[in-house]
């Protein structure tokens, strides 16, 4: 499985209502942190750990994220929405999103906007 540490950076930021500019200072450009988000470029390991530091995380959290039990229940959620969405069952979605809108803070902010 390809780990998306841009996204991690991209969610955590934005979770913490982080500005590019504020969590780039002193650690790289805000365009370049904007390609690590795109996963156009990779931090170095020393940039993971100060963006870990300034974003309240250990470093690890970048490679385990998408690991977790919650991922794949949220990808098999999507994939529930995206199979109903082709039959057109859009009352099962609707029930589906009822149930998962009580829990949205805990999940990712990508899940919240899907």
């Avoid at 500005?19 to 170095?44: F, H, N, Q, V």
């Avoid at 959620?77 to 009822?98: F, G």
């Amino acid at each position: 499985m390809k780990i998306e540490v841009g996204s991690v950076i991209n969610e955590l930021r934005i979770k913490q209502n982080l500005t590019r500019e504020e969590l780039a200072k002193d650690i790289c450009e805000p365009i370049t942190l904007l390609d690590y988000e795109r996963s156009i470029s990779s931090p170095t390991i020393d940039e993971l750990g100060l963006l870990a530091d300034k974003l309240k995380v250990d470093l690890s959290y970048f490679f385990t994220t998408k690991n977790e039990p919650i991922y794949n229940y949220i990808e098999t959620i999507k994939l529930l929405i995206n199979r109903y969405k082709r039959t057109r069952n859009y009352e099962a979605i609707y029930e589906i999103v009822q149930k998962e809108m009580a829990t949205a803070p805990e999940k990712s902010i990508s899940f919240y906007q899907f």
